[in-house]
């Protein structure tokens, strides 16, 4: 939910991961981002043991709405996040649609936890300043089945005399119940020219907070 490409959610994405990028420039097709965050959250729990983290991406948007990419965030313990994904985004009568497929790799020293690789499929809508967005187990290194994770999300984004909000709510209905991914969370953000302040809380954690700064530019 990191780069600033995607609309998965996206209000969730910008909202919860703390990587929130502002455009220095018009782009036409190719970009790259590159940011640093004071704590590395994604669906309200911090993948970086609540240390700093670094992250760096390019993406590819055609005219057609069409897009693909990839994203690398450094993680806890020294260890490393690679994100690929593409997908299609368009606008229908003031309603934006946006669709695709995320995977998610990560080296073996994540959390000790061996093999964590996994995909999905997502898609969202938005509707003025609100979106709504579902993302579904595709595949997954570990034990699990088509859809037995899936995440639920709303978002409402406004404008404050130049400061962009962002409100947050999201479900991850896991098939193991013990998850600690498992339950609800909440997120409020507050960005201006590529920085952004927020706090995000999930049922079975404490309260984060962080500092972030992104850019993306042209290639």
Do not use: C, P
Not at 40 to 47: D, S, V
Not at 79 to 103: C, H, T
């Amino acid at each position: 939910m990191k780069k600033s490409v995607l609309t998965i959610a996206l209000g969730a994405a910008l909202a919860s991961s703390a990587l929130v990028s502002t455009q220095a420039a018009a782009v036409e097709g190719l970009s790259a981002n590159v940011g640093a965050t004071s704590n590395y959250i994604w669906r309200g729990i911090t993948q970086s043991g609540d240390d700093s983290a670094i992250s760096g991406g390019i993406d590819y948007a055609s005219d057609s709405g069409f897009y693909v990419g990839t994203w690398a965030s450094s993680l806890g313990g020294g260890a490393a996040e690679v994100d690929l994904y593409l997908g299609y985004g368009f606008e229908s009568n003031g309603v934006s649609y946006d669709f695709g497929y995320i995977f998610y790799g990560y080296d073996s020293s994540f959390a000790s936890v061996g093999d964590a690789d996994f995909g999905e499929i997502y898609a969202s809508v938005g509707i003025d300043a609100f979106s709504f967005g579902v993302s579904v187990l595709a595949h997954a290194e570990w034990d699990e089945d088509f859809a037995d994770d899936i995440y639920y999300t709303a978002d409402y984004a406004l404008d404050a005399s130049g400061v962009e909000i962002g409100l947050h709510a999201g479900y991850y209905d896991t098939e193991d119940s013990s998850s600690v991914y498992n339950g609800y969370d909440l997120g409020v953000s507050a960005s201006k020219d590529g920085f952004t302040f927020g706090v995000n809380k999930h049922e079975n954690t404490n309260t984060s907070v962080y500092v972030s700064y992104a850019v993306d530019f042209d290639l």
